[in-house]
């Protein structure tokens, strides 16, 4: 039976992590390590300055004082027998949208894992109230079948790529497909810095505000999940912009003894 690693951000007793965990149960041996409080917009921090602790919450199931990051690398190179063949992570309450991927620690668990070489995906489930999972996790299950049966015909994603999910505030018959998209780009406003005042007269802040503005792509992942689609978005680690490397190489840049002139 194969092995799938599910973790998240919002801490292990969160909603959408025990719908997803429950939705791939028919899927594979589910394997849970996820942090013991909420880390939400961790990035792929690790903790390296202080020990990290390991609670047991059942049968493969493992609480981790620790970062996305953390639960993802403790769990392949130290709790579970044998690495997972998929890294599932979610269910984010909220959106993974844009740039939120670079603040994202249910992102960077998928990172984790993709740096690992194990295939992996980041579900996020847009939420209004009431709240459900249950579109979110029912497209995770099926994702999780398809990804599995393509790799063992061959066919697995393509080298150093996690999947990147949104799935709007719809119920299941209610959303209107599957986009592949690309990553949206915010529009930062003053109002990203909230300044209010204590009781007693003193400064504070609030970072994040609530009122987001998007540019118009209409192949991003925020027109996607707009429209009433299921955004799947391939992100790729390597950060590299190539083809700026054609422009920038123009540039005379110098350092020690070095020639200029090389490139």
Same mark, same amino acid.
């Given at each position: 039976m194969k %092995?799938?690693?599910?973790?998240?951000?919002d801490?292990?007793d969160?909603?959408?992590?025990?719908a997803?965990a429950?939705a791939?149960e028919p899927v594979?041996?589910v394997?849970v390590a996820a942090?013991?409080?909420?880390q939400?917009?961790?990035?792929h921090?690790?903790t !390296?300055?202080?020990p990290?602790?390991?609670?047991? %919450?059942g049968? %493969?199931r493992?609480?981790i004082s620790?970062?996305?990051?953390?639960?993802?690398?403790?769990?392949v190179?130290?709790?579970?027998p044998?690495p997972?063949?998929?890294?599932?992570?979610?269910i #984010?309450r909220?959106?993974? !949208?844009?740039?939120?991927?670079?603040?994202?620690g249910?992102?960077?668990?998928?990172m984790?894992?993709t740096?690992?070489g194990i295939?992996?995906v980041?579900f996020s489930?847009?939420l209004w109230q009431p709240a459900?999972?249950a579109?979110a996790?029912?497209f995770?299950a099926?994702?999780?079948?398809d990804?599995?049966?393509?790799?063992?015909s061959?066919?697995?994603?393509?080298?150093?790529?996690l999947l990147n999910? #949104?799935?709007?505030?719809?119920?299941?018959d209610?959303?209107r497909?599957?986009r592949w998209?690309?990553q949206?780009?915010?529009?930062?406003?003053?109002e990203m810095?909230?300044e209010k005042?204590?009781?007693?007269?003193?400064?504070y802040?609030?970072?994040?505000?609530s009122?987001?503005?998007?540019e118009?792509n209409?192949?991003s992942?925020h027109a996607?999940?707009?429209?009433?689609?299921?955004?799947v978005?391939p992100?790729?680690l390597d950060?590299? #912009?190539?083809?700026?490397?054609?422009?920038?190489?123009?540039?005379s840049?110098?350092a020690?003894g070095?020639?200029?002139s090389?490139?």
């Amino acid at each position: 039976m194969k %092995r799938i690693l599910v973790s998240n951000d919002d801490g292990i007793d969160a909603e959408g992590i025990q719908a997803l965990a429950a939705a791939l149960e028919p899927v594979g041996e589910v394997w849970v390590a996820a942090p013991e409080r909420e880390q939400s917009a961790a990035s792929h921090s690790l903790t !390296l300055h202080k020990p990290l602790r390991v609670y047991e %919450r059942g049968a %493969r199931r493992f609480a981790i004082s620790g970062t996305p990051t953390d639960c993802v690398s403790m769990a392949v190179h130290h709790l579970m027998p044998e690495p997972p063949d998929l890294v599932m992570s979610g269910i #984010n309450r909220g959106a993974n !949208l844009g740039d939120d991927v670079t603040y994202s620690g249910t992102v960077s668990a998928a990172m984790e894992g993709t740096l690992l070489g194990i295939p992996s995906v980041a579900f996020s489930q847009i939420l209004w109230q009431p709240a459900t999972y249950a579109a979110a996790a029912r497209f995770a299950a099926d994702l999780a079948a398809d990804l599995l049966a393509r790799m063992d015909s061959g066919h697995p994603l393509p080298p150093d790529t996690l999947l990147n999910v #949104n799935v709007p505030d719809r119920a299941w018959d209610a959303i209107r497909g599957v986009r592949w998209t690309v990553q949206g780009k915010r529009r930062f406003t003053k109002e990203m810095v909230i300044e209010k005042t204590d009781p007693r007269g003193r400064k504070y802040y609030w970072v994040g505000g609530s009122d987001l503005q998007w540019e118009g792509n209409p192949d991003s992942d925020h027109a996607a999940v707009s429209d009433g689609y299921i955004s799947v978005t391939p992100v790729h680690l390597d950060l590299t #912009n190539h083809d700026a490397l054609g422009v920038l190489s123009e540039w005379s840049l110098s350092a020690g003894g070095g020639d200029p002139s090389a490139h």
